[in-house]
Each structure stands twice: as C-alpha cells, then as structure tokens.
C-alpha cells in the first residue's frame, strides 16, 4: 500500500511540473517561431552617417502647472550674427528640453549653415548681385570648410534635426543647387562631394526634364553615385504670388512628388521655393502636401534646433521649417563659416552656463529630471 502510495504521489508531482513548464513554455517565442526581425527599405539617401536617438528610460514625469515659472529666455549672440531675429518653434517646453539634452542627440550648439547654389564661373569676377560664385572662392569655401571641422547633411537629416535634435555633426552645412545643372555636378560639386564624402542636395524642376534627352538617365547615374540628395524646386518653377489660382499652387507642390520618387526611388521632403516667393496659403499647402521643410532665398542666419532666424515676412506664415533661410554662394562663404561656427560655440557654452536653470525649470513643470548631459 504504502508503495502504491508512493507511485501516486509521484505521478501527481510529474503532472504538476508538466503543467508548469507547459505554462511557462506558453509565455515565451519559441525559436522554431520566432518572430522575424521587421525590415525596411532604406534609399542610399535616406541613410544617415549617425545613429538615430537612443531613448534613455527615465521616470514618468508628472506635468505640473507652470503659470508661475518664468520663461525660458532665447539664446541671442553677441559674437556673431547679433542682428538675427530667432524663433522658436516647439511650443511643448517639456518636449524640448528633453531632446535638447538627451544623450544620442545633437548636442546644444550644433549648428547648420543651408548655402545656395546657383552658377560656378571660371574666370569671372563676383559683382555684387551676381548669383555666380567664382571656382577660386567655392575652391576656398571648400578649404574653409574642411579646416572648420563642417560636413555636409541631407534634407531628411536637416528635417529629423530641426524637428527633434537628431544627431549630425555639430557644424553642419545642407548645399542646395537650385535649377538643372547637370555639368555643374559633374565638373565641380561631384568631385567635390567624393573628394569630403559630403553631398550635394538638388532643388530640381521636374516638369520638363523629359524634354532634353536623355536627362533622366543622366540624373539618375549621378544619383546613383550616392552624393546627390534630389528635392524639389517645382513642377514647372512657377513664382508664387498673391494671386496665384491655388490649382497652379498645388501642382508646383504636388507635381513633383510621383516624378521624383520615380526617377530617383524616392519621394521629396524638401521644397524650394522657386525665386523664394512664397505666401501664406502655399505654405499651408505645402504642409499638407508632406513637406517638412522648404527654403527661401533670405540669408538670415545659419540654423540651431528649435532656433531658426527669421524676417518679418516670413514670421507673418507662422511655419518656420518650412521657411528656411538660405547664404548666398559668395566669395564671402568663408567668412559665413566662421561667423556660424562662432554662433555654434557661444550657443554651447551658453547652454552649459543655463542647464542648471533649465534642469529646475524641468523639475518644476515637467515633473521630473532632466535627462543626464553626455560626456
């Protein structure tokens, strides 16, 4: 008897044990079933040289009221471009100083200088107006450059930056060539863009490329080098203006959004507004076309994270990313460089001087801290 009980009892202990396992077992993936890793297709243009933003688990914050807390103040320089008139754009203060701060991300100071590209003479004297910039000056903007620690970015880097301080390098330049040129990409940008690994984005008219022959494949050649970032300049490079018909507008907008994805496997996210004109509505438009960024051709000052400088015209459209400003390709570019790169240090050592007022303002509104400054 007694071992009849004994073989029960074990029975019943080896039915418990495969119960529990069996439940254990359900809670998991199998390896035979695993879940396949999710993929993506990922254009040589939309690649980035920097990893995306790494999230650092932090404790929930707990918003508090913040009628009572003082205003942030908004960085001006006195060392470089003090007459620009910065505005901000992220209107969540919890949001960016969070991202301003969190490790994976720009860096407070970084700073972009978007250079407009139209013509490159050999030869030729700059006269004041001239939208040319001479080979000898673009030679010494390239060395300046190099020597200032610059490198090129992308319009989805630039847009990824500006939107949420995703990481570039901390002295950045975006080069638009405005119009068709493909003998200026071939002759001087390519060799240029090879010779720095950087890249070159195209504001590029689709509307009639089909008419010179033999355009698309040329294009497409040279995009596939992997330097070019193509955009769009328009559909038919139409002015925009007050009285433009909307149907006008939103070809000039949407037209080139099928064309380019087409031809260069992607579509625009940047828009370049063709002679800078550009009015309410149609940045409304363009908005809701899907461009997150677009530019002018007003040389207000290089570009930090929620900080973009701005003119009255373009504060009356209230979109500052899509209403960017541009430098003018100069013999003056060098000079820009540094102006930028100086902006960029004081704006960093400001930032150092300001985390402990940021970090209280942080505990206050938001609830909690401020995520821990990179090393």
């Known amino acids: 008897m007694h071992k009849r009980f004994w073989l029960l009892s074990t029975a019943i202990v080896v039915a418990l044990v495969s119960v529990v396992l069996g439940l254990a077992r359900a809670g998991r993936v199998r390896p035979g079933n695993a879940v396949p890793e999710a993929t993506s297709t990922v254009t040589p243009d939309q690649r980035s040289p920097t990893p995306p933003p790494t999230a650092t688990p932090t404790a929930t914050c707990l918003p508090r009221p913040a009628a009572t807390i003082d205003a942030l103040p908004v960085f001006t320089s006195t060392v470089a471009f003090a007459s620009v008139h910065p505005q901000t754009y992220i209107t969540d203060v919890c949001q960016y100083l969070r991202e301003r701060w969190e490790p994976g991300h720009a860096a407070p100071g970084t700073v972009v200088v978007p250079v407009m590209f139209h013509t490159v003479f050999e030869g030729m004297p700059y006269r004041p107006g001239d939208t040319h910039i001479p080979a000898e000056d673009l030679r010494r903007t390239v060395e300046t450059a190099r020597g200032l620690?610059?490198?090129?970015?992308?319009?989805?880097?630039?847009?990824?930056?500006?939107?949420?301080?995703?990481?570039?390098?901390?002295?950045?330049?975006?080069?638009?060539?405005?119009?068709?040129?493909?003998?200026?990409?071939?002759?001087?940008?390519?060799?240029?863009?090879?010779?720095?690994?950087?890249?070159?984005?195209?504001?590029?008219?689709?509307?009639?490329?089909?008419?010179?022959?033999?355009?698309?494949?040329?294009?497409?050649?040279?995009?596939?080098?992997?330097?070019?970032?193509?955009?769009?300049?328009?559909?038919?490079?139409?002015?925009?203006?007050?009285?433009?018909?909307?149907?006008?507008?939103?070809?000039?907008?949407?037209?080139?959004?099928?064309?380019?994805?087409e031809h260069f496997a992607h579509p625009p996210i940047a828009f370049v507004w063709p002679g800078g004109n550009f009015t309410l509505r149609s940045v409304q438009?363009?908005?809701?076309?899907?461009?997150?960024?677009?530019?002018?051709?007003?040389?207000?000052?290089?570009?930090?994270?929620?900080?973009?400088?701005?003119?009255?015209?373009?504060?009356?459209?209230?979109?500052?990313l899509l209403v960017l400003p541009r430098f003018w390709a100069r013999p003056d570019l060098p000079e820009v460089l540094q102006q930028a790169a100086d902006l960029g240090n004081a704006a960093a050592a400001r930032a150092q001087e300001e985390r402990g007022t940021e970090a209280g303002y942080y505990r206050q509104a938001c609830g909690c801290e401020l995520p821990s400054a990179a090393p």
């Open 285 to 320: 438009l363009a908005r809701e076309a899907g461009y997150r960024i677009a530019f002018t051709i007003y040389a207000r000052g290089p570009l930090m994270y929620n900080w973009i400088p701005q003119g009255k015209q373009e504060r009356t459209v209230g979109d500052p």
């Open 149 to 261: 620690g610059f490198q090129t970015i992308t319009a989805l880097q630039l847009a990824d930056f500006l939107e949420r301080n995703a990481p570039i390098p901390p002295r950045s330049m975006i080069w638009i060539l405005d119009d068709r040129h493909p003998d200026l990409i071939e002759k001087y940008f390519l060799p240029i863009a090879r010779e720095n690994q950087w890249t070159v984005t195209l504001g590029w008219i689709v509307g009639d490329t089909g008419k010179r022959k033999g355009l698309w494949k040329q294009m497409e050649d040279l995009n596939a080098t992997g330097y070019l970032d193509v955009q769009s300049h328009g559909y038919a490079h139409l002015y925009v203006q007050p009285d433009t018909p909307e149907a006008l507008i939103r070809q000039e907008l949407v037209g080139p959004i099928a064309v380019t994805e």
